[in-house]
């Protein structure tokens, strides 16, 4: 009894989506577009991996791969056709096209912009993955790091066409950097480094600073609630953290 879980709601735009990290990249830049551009709204359904409900085929048919997030478009006019969006970049980079107009959350700058996508595909094909690996997690942390100390800047993005800068307020953007849906992305999973088995971000000074930067928004805080109430507890023990990581490590790896 799922299938409803495709039809159209109020809004135009459908997150299906569960509680982890890149299902809360989807819903944090939900909740930050909502916050930015008054009038637009989107609706969401929580997909249970209790039931595996990922792996049915209603929902094999807007996200082949089965896993979370996927996303509905809906027609705006009469007549036109649902669109179905997965992958959590590929969800990012359509709400930025077609929501974030004014580039609040994103870059209009042409080397900006491809600054972003490097990041992002930093994110997406290391970060998330290796999120299960701890080693490769903290070399991963440590370019973060280097990143938000300023140590290595484009000379085309930087303010004085020098490739060292000052500390960094956000991974991407010109100076101090703009927080952008880049930011996004990267936080649901340095949030949960404990999961990865790194307890502590002392190591990481700048990537500690910018994580607080980024939980305190408002937006951030509300994206983490969907599909339900968080319950994430940094000072879990060490056993639950164990726990936690061998879960997450078959959300990510596959059952
Ligand atoms: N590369 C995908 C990864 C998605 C992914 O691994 N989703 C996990 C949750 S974080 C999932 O749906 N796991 C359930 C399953 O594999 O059956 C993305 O970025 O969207």
Do not use: C
């Not at 299902?23 to 929580?46: Q, R």
């Not at 938000?148 to 004085?160: I, V």
């Not at 928004?217 to 000072?235: H, M, Q, S, W």
């Amino acid at each position: 009894m799922s299938a409803p879980k495709l039809a159209k709601g109020p809004a135009d735009f459908k997150l299906l989506t569960a509680g982890t990290p890149n299902g809360y990249k989807a819903s944090i830049l939900l909740e930050e577009l909502v916050a930015a551009y008054p009038g637009f709204t989107y609706d969401f359904e929580g997909i249970s991996f209790k039931s595996n409900e990922q792996k049915e085929e209603w929902f094999l048919q807007v996200n082949p791969n089965g896993r979370i997030p996927a996303a509905i478009v809906y027609p705006k006019e009469q007549g036109g056709k649902e669109h179905y969006v997965f992958e959590s970049a590929s969800i990012s980079l359509w709400l930025i096209d077609h929501i974030d107009t004014a580039h609040k959350l994103s870059f209009e700058d042409e080397y900006e912009k491809s600054e972003a996508l490097s990041w992002l595909f930093f994110m997406h094909g290391g970060l998330g993955p290796m999120q299960g690996y701890r080693e490769e997690t903290k070399r991963l942390y440590s370019v973060l790091e280097d990143r938000l100390a300023g140590r290595r800047e484009d000379p085309a993005t930087s303010e004085d066409g020098k490739t060292h800068g000052r500390e960094r307020e956000y991974v991407v953007g010109k100076g101090k950097g703009k927080y952008s849906f880049v930011d996004v992305n990267i936080y649901p999973w340095v949030r949960t480094h404990a999961w990865a088995g790194v307890e502590s971000l002392a190591e990481y000074p700048n990537l500690s600073k910018w994580l607080d930067r980024v939980a305190a928004r408002p937006a951030v805080k509300r994206g983490l609630d969907i599909p339900e109430k968080n319950t994430y507890n940094p000072a879990m023990t060490e056993e639950e953290q164990t726990k936690k990581a061998e879960a997450a490590k078959q959300w990510i790896h596959g059952k």
